[in-house]
């Protein structure tokens, strides 16, 4: 699938430090790069555009499933047919890109999940086992690593599993669209650095996912 066909989006909160790497190094496998400056701080918008992609701003943080939802409404309205996303602070690698643009040619969400180290905070090992466990459970849906934000899906399906969570629950929130929607999803395998061990979901996130899963499931049916 020709790099044209790909829009990179990435929200980004005071990530000034990292963020010029990860755009440059992910131009080289996407057409378009948009960056989601949520409320930064710092330089992060300035190193955005100075390092090629396109910046959207939110005057104050609200929150990566915001931003996130923000960059793939535009990408959208732009007529991005397959969308990445993928984090600001390096964990991931965007040498990953074509490999989730080749799954996206039969499938309509590609999820991936952090290789088994010992390198992964032990709280989130176990707090992806329990998500991932009450995901299956709920919604018929079984992945190894509910909350790996590295995910790829095309645009029809983000119209489907547009979240409302502006936190890190709309990781979740976006599988149990999928279940509901019954979108073909495949899930494939990540080498991920971990920068920054305090970064990412908290014992206290993953208490509210698992909250509003059972929400969704028993009062919104998913919706």
Same mark, same amino acid.
């Given at each position: 699938?020709?790099?044209?066909?790909?829009?990179?989006?990435?929200?980004?909160?005071?990530?000034?430090?990292?963020?010029?790497?990860?755009?440059?190094?992910?131009?080289?496998?996407?057409?378009?790069?948009?960056?989601?400056?949520?409320?930064?701080?710092?330089?992060?918008?300035?190193?955005?555009?100075?390092?090629?992609?396109?910046?959207?701003?939110?005057?104050?943080?609200?929150?990566?499933?915001?931003?996130?939802?923000?960059?793939?409404?535009?990408?959208?309205?732009?007529?991005?047919?397959?969308?990445?996303?993928?984090?600001?602070?390096?964990?991931?690698?965007?040498?990953?890109?074509?490999?989730?643009?080749?799954?996206?040619? #039969?499938?309509?969400? +590609?999820?991936?999940?952090? @290789?088994?180290?010992?390198? %992964?905070?032990?709280?989130?090992? &176990?707090? !992806?086992?329990?998500?991932?466990?009450?995901?299956?459970?709920?919604?018929?849906?079984?992945?190894?690593?509910?909350?790996?934000?590295?995910?790829?899906?095309?645009?029809?399906?983000?119209?489907?599993?547009?979240?409302?969570?502006?936190?890190?629950?709309?990781?979740?929130?976006?599988?149990?669209?999928?279940?509901?929607?019954?979108?073909?999803?495949?899930?494939?395998?990540?080498?991920?650095?971990?920068?920054?061990?305090? #970064?990412?979901?908290? +014992?206290?996130?993953?208490? @509210?996912?698992?909250?509003? %899963?059972?929400?969704?499931?028993? &009062?919104? !049916?998913?919706?």
């Amino acid at each position: 699938m020709e790099k044209g066909n790909i829009w990179a989006v990435i929200p980004a909160y005071n990530e000034e430090k990292s963020i010029a790497g990860i755009i440059r190094k992910t131009r080289q496998y996407a057409g378009t790069v948009v960056v989601v400056n949520d409320g930064s701080k710092d330089k992060t918008k300035d190193a955005a555009e100075n390092a090629g992609a396109v910046v959207l701003t939110h005057v104050i943080n609200l929150g990566k499933g915001a931003a996130l939802k923000t960059g793939c409404d535009y990408a959208v309205r732009k007529g991005a047919r397959r969308i990445v996303a993928l984090d600001a602070d390096a964990q991931h690698n965007p040498e990953d890109i074509p490999r989730f643009a080749d799954k996206l040619k #039969k499938y309509d969400i +590609v999820f991936s999940y952090r @290789k088994a180290s010992r390198k %992964m905070p032990f709280v989130l090992r &176990f707090g !992806n086992w329990f998500i991932s466990n009450v995901v299956k459970a709920l919604y018929g849906i079984s992945l190894n690593d509910t909350q790996c934000g590295f995910r790829a899906f095309s645009g029809e399906a983000y119209k489907k599993i547009r979240w409302n969570a502006p936190d890190y629950s709309m990781e979740s929130e976006m599988i149990t669209r999928a279940g509901k929607q019954r979108l073909k999803y495949v899930q494939i395998p990540i080498e991920t650095i971990y920068s920054d061990k305090y #970064k990412g979901t908290t +014992v206290i996130d993953g208490m @509210k996912i698992v909250l509003n %899963m059972f929400w969704w499931k028993l &009062f919104k !049916n998913g919706k």
